[in-house]
């Protein structure tokens, strides 16, 4: 079988609160949780979600 590959969703600045005052829910998520934002910015912040690289590995910050 081909692989499909991976669609990623990202909606930058919609944090936890701000979904869950909207009603935005996944129904493919069976249990979200809050996280504490680690990263500086939405470049970093990205890079590694999409590469799976720390900061320090993938050169941005």
């Known amino acids: ?5 991976t669609i990623v ?8 609160d701000l ?3 909207h009603g935005f829910r ?5 249990k979200p949780s809050k996280v504490e934002t680690v990263l500086g ?3 970093a912040a990205i890079t590694t979600i ?5 900061p320090s ?4 910050w």
């Open 1 to 5: 079988m081909k692989d499909r590959g």
């Open 9 to 16: 969703i990202l909606i930058d600045a919609l944090g936890y």
């Open 19 to 21: 979904a869950e005052r």
């Open 26 to 30: 996944l129904s493919g998520l069976s």
């Open 41 to 43: 910015f939405s470049q």
């Open 50 to 54: 999409l590469t799976g690289l720390e």
């Open 57 to 60: 590995r993938h050169g941005l």
